[in-house]
């Protein structure tokens, strides 16, 4: 047996004073494919909230055709995706044009944000967890119920595509609020780790043409030891967001990732 070479942390500033080399360094390992594949023309779908948004606009502004299908930024969890997908498949989905993207798709995008979901007026797999009485309520998903729908989602999109390489991702844009919980950091950390510890099972079962792209690491991890890398820079929006240049960094450590010359 090959045992993989160690990676080992990083222990000066020195190491992560570039983002662009710390992250080839210490992030990309096991999760780059190992050759690009992709002519550079490929059409690109992102689906998502505003990280998927960001992403789109940043490989079309780095020369790389992209489109995005937007999910609503406070219930962007596994479980609206495939909802979306759903509606696809089953041909209630009323605008052509996501239909029309995620067809003829060379690349599929499939950026998640959250495991905290608002169920209004009961969902079936939900009725029994919760008083009678609750109309809508806030929950957080199990690391099996978001595989479930992580696998789902992946069926689902090779059904209308069936040749599609779906790349998921892990959006760093935290929670803006806590709904059940008295901090936002704490809750924002659980949602997280659930979704990263359901996207690690996933695609570790090997299914083929499915890989992940490290970004959250990127910037929650580097930028926890090396950054700022929320809020900085021209255009920067807030703590919330992703600074640009970081941003334009990313994707095009991705594009040399997947992407021909």
């Avoid at 495939?82 to 239909?99: L, P, Q, R």
């Avoid at 792209?213 to 950054?227: D, N, T, V, Y």
Wanted: glycine share 6%; with cysteine; aromatic share 10%.
């Amino acid at each position: 047996m090959v045992r993989a070479p160690l990676n080992c942390f990083p222990l000066t500033q020195e190491d992560l004073s570039n983002f662009k080399s710390a992250a080839e360094k210490y992030i990309l390992p096991g999760y780059a494919p190992p050759a690009p594949f992709l002519a550079r023309n490929s059409p690109v779908t992102t689906v998502g909230s505003c990280f998927a948004q960001n992403i789109g606009e940043t490989l079309v502004k780095l020369g790389t055709p992209a489109n995005w299908i937007q999910i609503d930024e406070n219930n962007n969890t596994p479980f609206i995706t495939d909802w979306f997908f759903s509606k696809i498949v089953s041909g209630e989905e009323k605008n052509a044009k996501n239909v029309l993207q995620v067809r003829a798709s060379a690349l599929l995008i499939v950026t998640v944000g959250v495991a905290l979901h608002r169920f209004a007026g009961g969902v079936p797999e939900m009725k029994g967890n919760a008083p009678e009485d609750v109309e809508a309520m806030w929950r957080m998903f199990s690391v099996e119920q978001l595989s479930r729908y992580l696998r789902s989602i992946v069926s689902k999109a090779r059904t209308i595509n069936p040749d599609v390489h779906i790349v998921i991702t892990l959006s760093p844009i935290p929670l803006k609020a806590s709904p059940n919980h008295p901090s936002v950091f704490g809750q924002d950390c659980l949602s997280k780790s659930l979704l990263r510890v359901a996207i690690d099972i996933v695609v570790n079962e090997r299914i083929a043409n499915l890989s992940y792209w490290p970004s959250f690491e990127m910037i929650r991890w580097l930028g926890g030891h090396a950054g700022p890398y929320y809020g900085t820079g021209a255009g920067a929006q807030d703590n919330r967001h992703v600074s640009p240049e970081v941003l334009d960094t990313i994707m095009s450590l991705f594009i040399e990732r997947y992407f021909m010359k």
